[in-house]
């Protein structure tokens, strides 16, 4: 079983960053980030691989928010900027121990976080 702890949400208003955390309790091939809207699914935001680094990006958030990891502390970052207000929901960050490809979907990753809220003011 592998525990993550995400942190670093909360209120910002329009334009602004926000930086949030994922502490993971063991390491596999990749971690990613997910968002989630009342009544919608959740919604791949960006992965990275352990190993090499390499990050991939929804398109919605692409230039704006960055993925980065920590191997050290095996923990996982994600910078926001440029902040609008259809960036509001919980993100979730989630562990993938399947070695492949890049993964987009949800269902596809291991373990997840509880999730942590990050509200975009008008």
């Known amino acids: 079983q592998v525990h993550l702890v995400e942190s670093g949400g909360g209120l910002v208003q329009a334009g602004g960053s926000l930086s949030l955390s994922c502490a993971a309790s063991?390491?596999?091939?990749?971690m990613g980030w997910f968002r989630q809207t009342p009544g919608k699914v959740r919604e791949f935001v960006a992965t990275?691989?352990?190993?090499?680094?390499?990050?991939y990006y929804a398109d919605s958030v692409q230039g704006r928010f960055t993925i980065s990891r920590d191997n050290a502390r095996n923990t996982v970052y994600l910078q926001m900027n440029s902040l609008k207000p259809e960036d509001t929901a919980v993100y979730y960050c989630?562990?993938?121990?399947?070695?492949?490809?890049?993964?987009?979907?949800?269902?596809?990753?291991?373990?997840w976080g509880l999730g942590t809220q990050v509200t975009v003011s008008s």
């Open positions: 989630a562990a993938d121990f399947t070695p492949g490809g890049v993964v987009y979907s949800a269902h596809e990753y291991d373990y």
């Open positions: 990275i691989t352990w190993n090499s680094g390499s990050t």
């Open positions: 063991g390491r596999g091939y990749a």
